[in-house]
T-cell receptor, first 115, second 112 residues
Framework: DTGVSQNPRHKITKRGQNVTFRCDPISEHNRLYWYRQTLGQGPEFLTYFQNEAQLEKSRLLSDRFSAERPKGSFSTLEIQRTEQGDSAMYLC?????????????FGPGTRLTVT | GENVEQHPSTLSVQEGDSAVIKCTYSDSASNYFPWYKQELGKRPQLIIDIRSNVGEKKDQRIAVTLNKTAKHFSLHITETQPEDSAVYFCAAPYYNDYKLSFGAGTTVTVRA
């Protein structure tokens, strides 16, 4: 499968625990995005990378959230001290190198449930 | 940031009929407008997109139209089939950036 992959697909955790998700973009895609989707809503932008540089973080992303993309390949999204309000689907997307290319291709997502 | 509004929130059509979903956006600098289809429990899938330099684009039974003056764009599905049942999202870039702002989605149900 040459599409965007995410692991784990599901995560159940207790409030206050830390969780980490991984995203592997499509090979040679230099831009990588994280979105959060709650039931009945469209994806909401969280942060994005161009190569290894994190270019922007949404105001939705509190200090408990951190994302990395070492070496410009895979990315991780960590949530510290999880809260019930963090329960959502976390989606990753990637885009080919610029030059007018805006297409974003999504992974299957990681569904987080905080109990 | 970019504000994208999508209507209707639900749409039920008879198989073979057409379905139309409309979105409006706020940032006049936006120049790229994708549509995603998301089936239950699956990833959003890019089905068609349009750039601001064209007014219409077609791909088999789906088409997208863009009115930059009015700042709205629409998805048209003709000859609907049961497999078209899904949630459809429109999106537009924030301030001509690469990140996307999504509409709230339209749940399309095709009745056999």
């Amino acid at each position: 499968d040459t599409g965007v992959s995410q692991n784990p697909r599901h995560k159940i955790t207790k409030r206050g625990q830390n969780v980490t998700f991984r995203c592997d973009p499509i090979s040679e895609h230099n831009r990588l995005y994280w979105y959060r989707q709650t039931l009945g809503q469209g994806p909401e932008f969280l942060t994005y990378f161009q190569n290894e540089a994190q270019l922007e973080k949404s105001r939705l992303l509190s200090d408990r959230f951190s994302a990395e993309r070492p070496k410009g390949s895979f990315s991780t999204l960590e949530i510290q001290r999880t809260e019930q309000g963090d329960s959502a689907m976390y989606l990753c997307a990637s885009s080919p190198p610029a030059g007018g290319s805006y297409e974003q291709y999504f992974g299957p997502g990681t569904r987080l449930t905080v109990t | 940031g970019e504000n994208v509004e999508q209507h209707p929130s639900t749409l039920s059509v008879q198989e073979g009929d057409s379905a139309v979903i409309k979105c409006t956006y706020s940032d006049s600098a936006s120049n790229y407008f994708p549509w995603y289809k998301q089936e239950l429990g699956k990833r959003p899938q890019l089905i068609i997109d349009i750039r601001s330099n064209v007014g219409e684009k077609k791909d088999q039974r789906i088409a997208v139209t863009l009115n930059k003056t009015a700042k709205h764009f629409s998805l048209h599905i003709t000859e609907t089939q049961p497999e078209d049942s899904a949630v459809y999202f429109c999106a537009a870039p924030y301030y001509n950036d690469y990140k996307l702002s999504f509409g709230a989605g339209t749940t399309v149900t095709v009745r056999a």
